[in-house]
């Protein structure tokens, strides 16, 4: 990340990773992928076929949360799409972290957009921000 300010930054976010696209919604732009600890490297009390499923997984990773925060830090604004439900929404979840631990960038977040993730291109994902954003920006 450059030490210059971002206007808008979209960030996808999902147990697996996050995406960060400091160019905006701009057609075509490139994301920084951002992976969480690997969990299988930690000790757990769990069996290989529950890790599979979801089982003792860590759904607040602070570290995988941080360097989200770090990533964005000189945006101004920032759009966060994700998907899931309970304690597998890790949007929500990133959200309540960043109003906790740094709520100066919790402040810049504008937008949140539930959608698909894996069934999306990065080019729908940022077409869906883009259609989102025309409709939305008044109200920001």
Do not use: C
Not at 98 to 125: M, S
């Amino acid at each position: 990340m450059t030490e210059t300010g971002h206007g808008l930054v979209v960030v996808t976010i999902t147990r697996q990773e996050a995406r960060v696209w400091l160019t905006g919604m701009e057609k075509g732009g490139k994301p920084e992928k951002i992976m969480p600890p690997n969990e299988m490297s930690r000790h757990h009390h769990v069996r290989e076929a529950q890790h599979h499923h979801g089982h003792g997984t860590d759904h607040d990773s602070p570290v995988f949360y941080d360097s989200v925060a770090e990533a964005v830090a000189t945006a101004s604004e920032v759009i966060l799409v994700g998907h899931g439900s309970g304690k597998a929404d890790v949007m929500w979840n990133l959200t309540r972290y960043l109003e906790r631990k740094h709520p100066d960038i919790a402040r810049k977040v504008v937008g949140a957009i539930d959608a698909d993730l894996e069934a999306l291109t990065e080019n729908q994902i940022l077409a869906l921000v883009r259609d989102w954003w025309r409709e939305n920006r008044e109200f920001i």
